[in-house]
């Protein structure tokens, strides 16, 4: 954890959407490493962050979630290291199904997970619940 702010960075370097009140405060993500059946990985070039991902599964289906590769460092491999050592735990895990859910702007990285054989399907509608408009 204490790269938190680091990971934070990247993420906003990246354009990620950032929730610091909810899903992706310093509590919660501490809490996330905690867990069995969430892998966070993060890629580094010295003691900078330069990519992240974080692995998680249901016991049924694998997610892959919070993909971010620093500008700089894009378009050399370094994202398809991270999804497939994430790919490689879910299958250790017994996870025979991965998922990644992207939302429909971020053109990049829907392109990218069709590159790696992943199926886009525009026949399913996501529904969430959520406690607080902060998760």
Same mark, same amino acid.
């Given at each position: 954890?204490?790269?938190?702010? &680091?990971?934070?960075?990247?993420?906003?370097?990246?354009? =990620?959407?950032?929730?610091?009140?909810?899903?992706? %405060?310093?509590?919660?993500? &501490?809490?996330?490493?905690? @867990?069995?059946? $969430?892998?966070? =990985?993060? !890629? @580094?070039? #010295?003691?900078?962050?330069? #990519? %992240?991902?974080? #692995?998680?599964?249901?016991?049924?289906?694998?997610?892959?979630?919070? @993909? !971010?590769? *620093?500008?700089?460092?894009?378009?050399? #491999?370094? !994202?398809?290291? @991270?999804?497939? !050592? $994430?790919?490689?735990?879910?299958?250790?895990?017994? $996870?025979?199904?991965?998922?990644? =859910?992207?939302?429909?702007?971020? $053109?990049?990285?829907?392109?990218?997970?069709?590159?790696?054989?992943?199926?886009? *399907?525009?026949?399913?509608?996501?529904?969430?619940?959520?406690?607080? *408009?902060?998760?």
């Amino acid at each position: 954890m204490t790269d938190y702010p &680091a990971l934070i960075q990247l993420w906003q370097q990246t354009e =990620l959407s950032y929730r610091p009140q909810g899903r992706d %405060s310093y509590q919660e993500i &501490a809490r996330q490493t905690k @867990l069995p059946y $969430i892998h966070i =990985l993060v !890629a @580094l070039t #010295g003691r900078e962050i330069i #990519g %992240s991902v974080f #692995g998680s599964h249901d016991g049924r289906r694998g997610w892959i979630n919070r @993909l !971010a590769v *620093h500008p700089d460092y894009q378009r050399k #491999g370094i !994202a398809k290291s @991270l999804v497939k !050592a $994430i790919e490689k735990w879910l299958d250790q895990q017994g $996870i025979k199904i991965v998922c990644s =859910l992207i939302e429909d702007w971020n $053109i990049k990285s829907i392109k990218f997970m069709q590159i790696f054989d992943y199926t886009k *399907h525009n026949d399913i509608i996501y529904f969430s619940k959520r406690k607080s *408009h902060q998760v």
